[in-house]
């Protein structure tokens, strides 16, 4: 029925780079992104990510319209600068570009200088622009570049503060606090690049209406030149961290995502060894504690197949961690067109002695087809695998972003040794709820009259 | 003084045309400044054109692909979005072989900077012949332009046109860049116009009967056309064409063989019906099916238009029979409570009234995003005095009327959902709603349903705030005056304001 496709992108698994900027910026104290560009960027980030968080989100645009495109939008960056300004107050506005804005080559440095300089006499917020062509990569690289821009503008050489900073990625709120928690237990003092842990997940009230009073601050982005060392648990989100090495001496250690327990070794261990670190008790006891529950695990896992796809760093940590469990990674896609995504699954698979095929650079369509070709009994990825998983009739676990059909998306908690042990529960209970009977025991696909009764009317399709 | 300066606009004065207090003393031309360009930094609500085209208009329709020129982003967010279900039926009686196609599937060209340097036309073209290998199901292909793509003048007209001949399929190209007109409105209207010249009068129905209708402006948002089709069924109506909800490509080629068309969204697609009024001389009218008494009214209209008005008095007593009841009783609990609705545009005029007079509640607020002066007309027609009715608010705007208002629900979007439970108000969706449909007699008793329940929930009741308002000016604004010198600002916000309903460029 299909032929290997080669020239478009068909359900994509990758969103545009001032996505990436957005969601990075959500963690960064009193801060209002701005996107320049036509009006519907915004919204439809706005709307993506509402609809995941269940949360107001709040980014402003610069609303360009036709005549604007032909003259240039000086007029309408100045105009929003002005009004974001007078309106919300924020500390900071990060301007993004768009497709539309890099298409007609704007001089969005040159416009914000002049908006500077018109308002010399007044208190303006810091203006940092940040170039994310939509047409170059993916949102992954605008996070990155987002990043690197608040550390370009901001970070400061002073004294020595015996910190560490963790550039986290696009994870979830629940994921950043358990990063913070671990290092808490370290006793590991750091500046969290940036911090969403709190401002997608706060207790009702009105003041949630205002710019996020949490987050990361401008002093503590500021403070990243003075670090001991910057943990970037995403590869692909490392650029602030090279930075900070060549510019300041900042030691920088790229990933990997701590999934699982080798992975949450390697992190711990950075961490130990930047800060000259013991590891606690609580934290040996958590690692048990994992170690535990995936023995307890493994019958329900053991041999299953699983089918990951999101960003290329949760992939490939979710490709580790599920080998760990005994379970073997047949289909692994990721939007980003990555070498390092590649390199991470080969040395993953020559490790784990799998194969699974890898998408770099894939979309849902291509991964839909691997899994009609290789199998797989369970989907680890976002809401878009839910029609994929019914009609192959298997789980679909959601991890990732975005997950606009269930609730609780900040929630989800799958990095260090705790977040493993949910994982773990959670998935293990689902594959308990598609494949085993409610005595616990395993339902046989191809015996069981279900799928004789399906198999006879379904015959003639494909 | 018709027209309010709301606390949180003092900074922006000019969004005070497009806040309006209906008096009743007022001139008929009073209503909020609307259509007009988005304000930058305003915190606006709007989409965009292209969000317009493929979002509203061609999504719906079952069995045609869409190939999005576009870097991944609009096509990342143009899928997937919305609520129309479609069923396999086809006209010709077969079935479309895959479930609700129109949701399940796009396509991109996932533009590159090279694309953008060089032009993106040969990648459009081998993805639209890939769109043909790929699904060769699809009965037609549709394709769009967007920001890049409009910035750069790829011809898609062009690639359209050659791309028809060389697949014998119809390829259909829409171009509306995001950036074009003021808001979504745009795309829509693009689409009807695309639609009309490029498919309408091409084809002819299987079979035609007297009483054949188009339906135009039903997107069948969880499933309320079908509601409407089965009242008129069972009148022995026929819906020759719908437009565009649950709908195949060719039902739009036939739209001119229909002796009326019946508009039921009035903002998105009258232009359609206008078109194949005049050229083929169809005549249509308004149709509302929200709430018992305007869909009653409704389907008398059409059927004394064919002579069928025994058949409408049957639908109607038959469903009041069913509905009334259950009707009483949502009228009594929801009696007196304050309502703010904040739609995409006409739902704030057909759901205004039937709440007050059939469920005894109380309109404070009406908004929209994208209307033009006839829909603010008729807005300001159906509500009493006192109420405000704004043209593209803000969330910060949003917030004050809640707090002014007091309204204890609001009908609005899943950006705006959220923001209403911070401040302790449930909201229903209305773009895509909750439990629908919401159309017809079933259908309002549902929206009813779920008004109550929302409403009646006990978690509003654990909610815990501070009895100090929050101040405007005070927390949020401040005392800057900023300056944008040496540009043209108002010559750009004189032109804002001459911009014609619903202009095409």
């Known amino acids: 029925m299909h032929q290997n496709k080669k020239f478009s992108v068909i359900n994509p698994s990758k969103m545009c780079q001032p996505m990436g900027a957005v969601q990075a910026l959500l963690g960064v104290n ?64 990060a301007v993004t570009s768009s497709c539309l804005t890099e298409t007609i080559g704007e001089d969005m440095e040159g416009i914000i200088e002049k908006f500077k300089e018109a308002n010399l006499d007044q208190d303006l917020p810091i203006i940092i622009p940040i170039s994310t062509p939509s047409y170059v990569e993916s949102h992954v690289e605008g996070y990155n570049r987002t990043i690197k821009a608040l550390v370009e503008h901001l970070a400061v050489k002073s004294v020595g503060n015996e910190k560490i900073n963790i550039i986290t990625g696009n994870i979830s709120p629940a994921d950043v606090r358990e990063v913070k928690n671990i290092l808490s237990d370290l006793n590991c003092e750091n500046i969290i690049l940036t911090d969403t842990s709190k401002n997608l997940d706060a207790p009702l009230s009105e003041s949630a209406l205002d710019l996020y009073k949490d987050g990361t601050t401008i002093e503590e982005i500021e403070d990243t030149a003075n670090s001991l060392g910057t943990i970037a648990l995403s590869k692909h989100m490392d650029s602030a961290a090279i930075y900070l090495e060549k510019q300041f001496g900042v030691k920088s250690i790229s990933g990997p995502l701590p999934l699982g327990i080798e992975n949450t070794d390697k992190f711990i261990g950075s961490v130990c060894k930047l800060g000259e ?15 535990d529950a995936m023995v307890d695990a493994h019958s329900y896992n053991y041999h299953r197949k699983v089918a990951i796809f999101g960003d290329p760093d949760f992939v490939s940590g979710m490709t580790r961690f599920t080998c760990e469990m005994g379970m073997i990674p047949s289909v692994v896609c990721t939007g980003t067109k990555s070498k390092r995504f590649i390199e991470d699954i080969q040395i993953i698979s020559d490790e784990k002695k799998v194969s699974p095929v890898i998408l770099a650079g894939g979309d849902l369509y291509d991964m839909h087809r691997e899994i009609k070709e290789v199998g797989a009994d369970i989907l680890v990825g976002n809401s878009y695998g839910a029609s994929m998983a019914k ?36 998935l293990t209970n689902t594959m308990l709820d598609y494949y085993y009977d409610e005595a616990g025991y395993e339902v046989s696909g191809d015996e069981s009259e279900e799928t004789i009764f399906e198999g006879y009317f379904a015959g003639e399709e494909v | 003084m018709p027209y309010k300066l709301l606390e949180v606009d003092k900074e922006i004065p000019e969004r005070k045309n497009h806040v309006y207090v209906k008096h009743c003393s007022d001139p008929e031309d009073h209503i909020p400044n609307c259509n007009t360009k988005t304000i930058p930094g305003s915190m606006s609500e709007r989409g965009c054109a292209f969000a317009g085209v493929k979002g509203v208009i061609t999504g719906a329709i079952k069995d045609v692909i869409h190939v999005v020129h576009s870097p991944i982003g609009c096509t990342s967010y143009g899928y997937g979005t919305k609520r129309y279900p479609t069923s396999p039926d086809l006209p010709n009686g077969e079935k479309f072989p895959i479930e609700n196609f129109n949701l399940k599937y796009i396509l991109g060209t996932d533009l590159q900077e090279s694309d953008v340097v060089f032009g993106g036309i040969k990648k459009l073209r081998q993805s639209i012949i890939e769109a043909h290998k790929e699904f060769p199901e699809a009965n037609a292909i549709y394709t769009y332009s967007t920001c890049t793509v409009g910035l750069i003048g790829d011809d898609m007209d062009a690639i359209a046109k050659e791309l028809t001949e060389e697949l014998g399929k119809k390829v259909v190209a829409f171009n509306a860049p995001g950036f074009c007109g003021p808001s979504q409105s745009k795309g829509h209207h693009v689409g009807n116009l695309t639609l009309f010249e490029n498919l309408v009068g091409t084809k002819e129905p299987p079979s035609t009967t007297p009483y054949d209708v188009n339906l135009i402006g039903e997107y069948n948002i969880d499933g309320d056309l079908w509601v409407i089709k089965e009242y ?23 739209m001119h063989r229909a002796k009326l068309s019946l508009v039921r969204c009035q903002r998105s697609a009258t232009y359609i019906a206008d078109l194949i009024e005049e050229k083929y001389g169809v005549p249509y009218i308004k149709v509302d099916f ?7 009214e409704n389907l008398r209209t059409i059927g004394k238009y064919f002579g069928l008005e025994k058949e409408a008095e049957k639908v109607i007593e038959e469903r009041m029979a069913k509905v009334g009841p259950e009707l009483e009783f949502y009228k009594d609990k929801l009696q007196g409570k304050r309502v703010f609705i904040f739609s995409g545009g006409p739902k704030s005029y057909h759901l205004s009234k039937p709440l007050e007079e059939e469920l005894g509640m109380e309109t404070v607020a009406v908004a929209s995003q994208f209307e033009h002066k006839d829909g603010y007309k008729k807005m300001k027609d159906r509500v009493n005095d006192g109420t405000i009715i704004l043209d593209d608010p803000n969330s910060l705007e949003f917030e004050e009327i809640i707090e002014e208002y007091k309204p204890d629900l609001i009908l609005a979007g899943v950006k705006e959902k959220y923001l209403a439970h911070k401040l302790g108000v449930p909201c229903i969706l209305i773009h895509s709603y909750e439990n629908g449909p919401y159309m017809g007699f079933e259908g309002f008793v549902n929206l009813a349903k779920d008004m109550y329940s929302y409403i009646y929930n006990p978690v509003w009741r654990m909610l815990e705030f501070e009895d100090e308002p929050t101040e405007y000016g005070v927390e949020k604004g401040l005392d800057k005056q900023l ?17 014609p309903d619903g202009e095409v460029a």
């Open chain 2, 232 to 254: 008129l069924d069972e009148m022995g109506i026929n819906l020759l064409s719908k437009f565009t909800g649950d709908c195949s490509h060719d039902e739009i080629c036939w």
């Open chain 1, 277 to 291: 670190l013991e590891v606690p008790e609580t934290i040996k006891r958590d690692r048990g504690r994992l170690i």
């Open chain 2, 290 to 296: 929200f709430s018992t008494k305007y869909c009653s």
């Open chain 2, 483 to 499: 300056n944008c010198d040496g540009l043209k600002e108002d010559l750009e916000s004189k032109d804002q304001n001459k911009q």
């Open chain 1, 391 to 426: 009609e192959e009739d298997i789980p679909l676990f959601r991890v990732g972003f975005p997950i606009f059909d269930r609730l609780g998306a900040q929630r989800i908690f799958t990095l260090g040794y705790k977040g493993g042990i949910n994982f773990v529960d959670q």
């Open chain 1, 30 to 93: 009193d801060t209002m992104p701005l996107i320049h560009g036509s009006q519907g960027c915004g919204t439809y980030m706005r709307f993506q990510l509402t609809r995941h968080f269940r949360e107001p989100i709040e980014v402003a645009s610069t609303s360009m319209s036709e005549k604007t495109v032909i003259y240039g939008g000086e007029f309408n960056l100045m105009k929003a600068l002005k009004n974001v300004t007078e309106k919300q107050s924020p500390s900071i506005i």
